[in-house]
């Protein structure tokens, strides 16, 4: 089982729709966790970023984190065709100074907004 | 202010070859994070430097090694090139050693024939 598990799509949905993205994950060590947008080809960009429990908001995009359940959650309301790209979730343990593992990554899931 | 800069943007090696990333972090930045993406996949982490010091390595084979200078821009070697390390290599940069919010470049994308 990998660490971090994210359903690689493609999800398709139309021009308006609310999207629902999600990440499973199996290490309880995780206490930062980060949404990232990737468009083909570029380097991921850095959407929403999240300690510990709870939901944050952000123009369209609210990030949710269930930690008893190890799951996390990415909304994006009145989805545009701009928003077309590859979703990853990310997250790290908290640095306890012996060293840093970076990020563990999901695999992206590919999001298509139709016109 | 600029991003992470990357350099080069593409590059084309054969088996066996060495191969040199380089990458200028955000300005105020002391942390520098390589990560390897092969298609279809999230990003893997392969070195965390934090104030020239290496303070993280992941799962890679010895081949691969790093280091920080003391402008803390970096650089990524690869020796004995295999067709397998074929990927995007993407530097992240962030302000804490932990490096929780990492910020990334555009990736150098690396093609071994």
């Known amino acids: 089982q990998k660490e971090v598990e994210q359903d690689p799509g493609p999800l398709s949905v139309p021009e308006g729709a609310i999207v629902s993205l999600n990440c499973t994950y199996s290490?309880?060590?995780?206490?930062?966790f980060m949404w990232y947008r990737q468009y083909s080809r570029k380097g991921p960009e850095l959407l929403m970023y999240?300690?510990?429990?709870g939901n944050k908001e952000d123009g369209r995009f609210t990030a949710q984190v269930d930690k008893s359940s190890k799951y996390i959650s990415l909304f994006i309301r009145d989805s545009q065709p701009s928003d077309s790209a590859t979703y990853l979730c990310?997250?790290?343990?908290?640095?306890?100074?012996?060293?840093?593992?970076?990020?563990?990554f999901g695999k992206g899931t590919h999001l298509i907004i139709q016109p | 202010d600029a991003g992470v800069t990357q350099s080069p943007t593409h590059l084309i090696k054969t088996r066996g070859q060495h191969v040199t990333l380089r990458c200028s972090p955000i300005?105020?930045?002391?942390?520098v994070s390589w990560y390897q993406q092969v298609l279809g996949q999230g990003p893997q982490f392969i070195f965390q430097?934090?104030?020239?010091?290496?303070?993280g390595r992941g799962n890679f084979p010895d081949r691969f090694s790093a280091r920080q200078f003391p402008n803390y821009s970096s650089e990524l070697n690869v020796n004995a090139l295999l067709l397998g390390d074929s990927a995007l290599y993407l530097c992240?940069?962030?302000?804490?050693?932990?490096?929780?919010?990492?910020?990334f470049g555009p990736g150098t994308r690396l093609l071994v024939l």
């Open positions: 992240a940069s962030s302000s804490l050693a932990g490096g929780e919010t990492q910020y």
């Open positions: 290490n309880s060590a995780f206490q930062y």
């Open positions: 999240t300690y510990s429990s």
């Open positions: 990310a997250m790290s343990a908290m640095y306890s100074g012996g060293g840093a593992d970076g990020l563990t």
């Open positions: 300005s105020g930045h002391k942390s």
């Open positions: 430097y934090y104030e020239k010091e290496e303070r």
